[in-house]
């Protein structure tokens, strides 16, 4: 089920007079995750309703029964009691009898919102969930839809005139997760005084990290000469870059340089390669003027060698300047 599926079933949902005695919601982020346990909240308990929770591996199986065994309790103070569960994904089968029962008794008054990144790996627990309860499942957000995403963030926090490198920038910090994405922007608000982002700002804000020195690392890459590739190496990991963090962005730069290069060779329309690569026209743009020169053999030679730096940097078997430097010389060598 896509995320916007997902949403239109919340919304379909606090259209009811009565909410559900169940609800179940998986979604591969958290942020996601509690706006809807919130949304749901607001709707049928009110915004200022503090709801009991419990969360699966902070506490131990017994717990949880307890836990259950006080949710299950009739009480004449509170008619309608909304109780949420967390991290269902790291439950063991055994301790999901309880939430399976209540599921299916369905107590008066009672309601249980269950929360994780996806359904535990228990058969019995999923046929209840089929069964008894409401199940709303958000996909990762990804691609064109996590820069969507980003977008309605920005405008969420009155963000305005904001490019397409400003998003790209955001999204490249955050490193293309959803809980950094928001935590940025709503940074980047409280640090703004009504005048437009900039990418000096984002600099700022995150020290360390800068979108255009990792892009043009990607771009040095494959140089002739590995001059100005070890500079950049050296400047970010002295400021703080993670080296697996520089591994992943050029992992992923190069693989769509790759899929590009095999999509033109291929004959493919621009317009659709975009489409198909989810980026936006600005960085498009980018990955066009770098591919230019660029053989599909050789971007497959540079993407073997970030996978054997890759592999080296976790066995840790040469520190991280060293591995990366080796990086560079491997790309290079195919010019």
């Known amino acids: 089920m896509r995320s916007t599926g997902a949403a239109a079933l919340l919304k379909e949902m606090t259209s009811q007079k009565s909410c559900p005695s169940c609800v179940v919601i998986t979604c591969s982020d958290w942020i996601r995750r509690e706006r809807a346990t919130r949304y749901i909240l607001d709707h049928f308990a009110g915004e200022a309703y503090r709801p009991q929770s419990f969360a699966f591996g902070e506490s131990g199986r017994n717990s949880f029964a307890h836990f259950m065994n006080d949710v299950a309790a009739p009480s004449l103070f509170e008619p309608q009691k909304f109780v949420v569960i967390r991290a269902l994904e790291s439950a063991r089968a055994s301790d999901l009898e309880p939430l399976s029962l209540l599921m299916a008794k369905k107590p008066q008054g009672v309601h249980v919102i269950a929360t994780g990144t996806s359904l535990p790996n228990s058969p019995n627990f999923k046929k209840a969930v089929d069964k008894h309860a409401s199940l709303i499942s958000f996909e990762p957000l990804k691609g064109a839809e996590l820069r969507r995403w980003t977008e309605r963030e920005i405008r969420h926090h009155d963000i305005s005139a904001v490019s397409d490198d400003i998003v790209e920038t955001i999204l490249s910090l955050a490193s293309e997760e959803p809980e950094a994405v928001s935590q940025l922007i709503q940074k980047l608000s409280l640090y ?26 990607a771009e040095q890459l494959f140089a ?5 590739t070890e500079i950049l190496l050296h400047e970010l990991l002295s400021q703080g ?13 190069v693989t769509n340089l790759l899929r590009l290069r095999i999509l033109l060779d291929r004959g493919c329309k621009q317009q659709d390669i975009r489409n198909e690569l989810g980026v936006s026209p600005w960085l498009f743009s980018k990955y066009l003027a770098s591919v230019k020169n660029l053989s599909a053999a050789r971007l497959s030679k540079t993407l073997e060698a970030l996978l054997k730096a890759d592999f080296r940097l976790k066995d840790r078997s ?3 300047g060293a591995i990366l430097s080796t990086l560079a010389y491997e790309a290079s060598k195919h010019g």
Not at 192 to 217: K, M, N, Y
């Open 241 to 253: 870059s993670s080296p697996f963090m520089l591994l992943g962005l050029l992992t992923k730069t």
């Open 224 to 228: 002739e000469k590995r001059d100005r």
């Open 318 to 320: 040469l520190g991280p």
């Open 192 to 217: 703004l005084s009504g005048e437009a982002p900039t990418i000096e700002i984002l600099r700022t804000l995150v020290p360390g990290r800068t979108h255009a020195s990792d892009f043009e690392l």
